[in-house]
Nanobody
């Protein structure tokens, strides 16, 4: 079992920044890839960013590339999403998720179906 808790969401003006955190407890988090997804009202969930177990691989959706940075601190069992130059279209509930089925996996996935544990989400609202 892995429990994930997101934090750091809030209301920010366009052009501003937020840093989301995903804190894990339970199984050894450091062995698993972690991803961020988001879901805006009336839209399907979409992939945002992912990082493999040792931070050797990161991958971003085109819509956030160059503005968002995913990182992790395995000593703290936490993954971060630094979001800069925020736009109103970034408004969504942001979820972190982890894939515990493939420890020490050398790649990452953008498919939500791969990730078997999810947090409850944190709301990010960007005003224009």
């Amino acid at each position: 079992q892995v429990q994930l808790v997101e934090s750091g969401g809030g209301l920010v003006q366009a052009g501003g920044s937020l840093r989301l955190s995903c804190a894990a407890s339970g199984r050894t988090f450091s062995r698993f890839a972690v991803a961020w997804f988001r879901q805006a009202p009336g839209k399907e969930r979409e992939f945002v960013a992912t990082i493999n177990w040792n931070s050797g691989i990161t991958y971003y959706a085109d819509s956030v590339k160059g503005r968002f940075t995913i990182s992790r601190d395995n000593a703290k069992n936490t993954v971060y999403l630094q979001m800069n130059s925020l736009k109103p279209e970034d408004t969504a509930v942001y979820y972190c998720a982890t894939d515990t089925t493939r420890p020490y996996y050398s790649s990452v996935s953008t498919s939500g179906a791969v990730y078997d544990y999810w947090g409850q989400g944190t709301q990010v609202t960007v005003s224009s």
